[in-house]
């Protein structure tokens, strides 16, 4: 049973994929009438109006600084707790978790620029990161024995998130959007490490209805510890996708992945490098992936069988 519950904490995992950002615009304008032979009233009253114009912009700008850096870590903590102890199940409580996620989200989809947007970031990590938290403690509660080897692999993984999230946002590396990419792929691993524990949760408690409320294809697949993995994240056109391969430690391969209208295409991408030069499918799952190599120049690699990448993180 310990060994069980080990492996379910370490290897059931799913995740979500890139959300988009942006502002809103705003255009205001007018026609303004100056009545004749009363210059001097008209020019007090664009004066005045425009001190409330610069009175009101003012404030404005006083309102969105202080949204920008209102710290929500103790809101979030209080709202993860009722969320816990008030749900009828550990689905529920999920599904709970992704609407309090989406939520925070919001309040960073609606700030007014991008270094308030890359501060606000920050608390989708915090959301589930505190739902995992929460539900080591459970799981602490509830196995002790089984709780030390949980919490050791916890603390070794997450010693390797900044690492996965950097990975998974290589294509943004030089944009200024760069801190709200890493912050979605780092709050993505905490949301699939939570999606772990509950179903270890689940097994501990003998909660046989359980199950996952929602799945993606996207995630980091293999060893974290090591430079060999397959990272697959959501391209900017909707139905495709970005695919990065690490191979032995010393091949790369960067392309996009595409859905094939076949059956089981929930199950696989067809594969393209960007140089076209390799081609192929990667069929994923919620435990592993791997590429299958049908067309290449012998460059990186070749059709020999599939490139494995075990776990999902």
């Known amino acids: 049973m310990k060994k069980k519950i080990v492996l379910l904490a370490c290897c059931l995992s799913l995740g979500l994929g890139l959300i988009g950002c942006g502002s809103e615009s705003k255009n205001e304008g007018g026609l303004v009438m100056e009545p004749i032979g009363n210059g001097s009233q008209s020019e007090s009253s664009s004066e005045s109006q425009n001190e409330n114009k610069s009175d009101e912009t003012e404030e404005k700008k006083s309102d969105e600084s202080t949204a920008a850096v209102t710290d929500y870590s103790e809101q979030i903590t209080a709202e993860i707790g009722t969320i816990a102890q008030n749900s009828a199940s550990l689905r529920d409580e999920l599904v ?3 609407a309090l996620y989406d939520k925070y989200d919001e309040l960073r989809m609606n700030a007014e620029d991008q270094a308030s947007i890359n501060e606000l970031s920050v608390y989708g990590t915090m959301v589930w990161k505190g739902e995992a938290e929460s539900l080591l403690d459970r799981i602490k509660e509830k196995a002790p024995d089984n709780y030390n080897d949980i919490y050791s692999e916890y603390e070794k993984w997450e010693s390797f998130v ?9 294509l943004y590396v030089d944009g200024s959007i760069y801190p709200t990419i890493y912050s979605y792929n780092e709050a993505m691993r905490y949301k699939q490490k939570a999606y772990s524990l509950a179903s270890a949760l689940a ?8 199950g996952f409320p929602d799945s993606t294809r ?3 697949y293999g060893d974290y510890e090591s430079d060999s993995y397959l990272v697959i994240t959501e391209g900017m056109e909707s139905g495709s996708y970005n695919i990065l391969i690490h191979i032995d430690d010393t091949k790369e391969l960067r392309g996009w992945g595409e859905v094939e209208d076949a059956p089981d295409s929930d199950t696989y991408l067809l594969f393209t490098s960007d140089d076209e030069t390799v081609k192929g499918f990667v069929e994923h799952s919620s435990l592993e992936a791997a590429l299958y190599v049908t067309e290449t120049d012998y460059s990186v690699v070749g059709p020999e069988g599939a490139y494995s990448f075990p776990l999902k993180y």
């Open 96 to 98: 709970s978790i992704n």
């Open 162 to 170: 900044p690492t996965m999230a950097e990975r998974m946002s290589y």
């Open 203 to 210: 097994d501990i408690t003998g909660d046989q209805a359980f």
């Open 218 to 220: 996207c995630g980091y």
